[in-house]
């Protein structure tokens, strides 16, 4: 089993290709036999608390779904407003109260600052990481690849294009934790400030005309302004002009690529709206199977048994 019942989820390292396939196969065993369903979503009167510090719409709705058709009652603190956060309790302390509920797991979503590791050491329940500022995200990593797998059985040799804000990206960071050992290729493209440093590896393209071409799937990144400091050079009309994906671009990609992008989309920037209609484009078939990848997990991180 890739999870092992009371295990936290912080990130995706030391995981072996064959516990990842079987992971995977898990989640669509699930998701392809309602009589499975039927028996592993049941009631059971256990909670979750997921605790989410940064704003969130898929992850934190996705795993609430998960939660209530496992029977867990999902408990969720949603932002600092109306929380003792305003009156100056720490992330961590408000998670160590939780934790004091008792649920069953506590789901969470923090800034880089959190040091989730002793955290994890200090609760009694597992923790999933549900990203995590600029360090991980691996329930996204996970899902993005089972979207992959899904759709293209065989990963090893798999060429992923991650364009736009690569350097900032949570997402990208769980990717690389677990991409090499399936031997899945990536490249970026994006300007020099996006770009991370050289020793992660990776085809380098400069011009997204040149990438394309290259690229089994495009994974396009939100550009995170709020993470960059003022001396910025790229403004996002200036981004789109260069590393945006347009229609006109997407005659560069193969025909059978698919086009993925984690959410949120910022229209005009990273890609322009018609984009998301081409028929490559599996966006919202990423957001299903988070919801099946998070089911599997929980259920697996709880120790529901074989099924
Ligand atoms: N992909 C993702 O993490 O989206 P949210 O920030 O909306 O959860």
Redesign the pocket.
Known sequence: MMFQAGQSLLNLQHRQPEEIVSFFKFVQSITDSKSLQKKILSSTGETAALLFFE??????VSFQSACARLGLHPIVVSGRQGTSGEKGETDEDTIKNIASLEPSVLIVRAQDELDFKALSQEVSMPIINA?WGKRG?PT?ALLDVYTLWKKRGNLQGLRLLFIGDIAHSRIVSSHLEFLKSLKIEVGFCAPDAFCPPLSEGGTRFTKLDEALPWADAVMALRVQFERHNQSLQTSPQDFHLHYGLTTERLRQLKKDALIMH???INYGIEMAQAVVQDPRSCVLEQVNNGLWVRVALLHQILGRGAI
């Open positions: 704003p969130s719409t898929r992850t934190r990203g995200h996204q984690p959410g949120p």
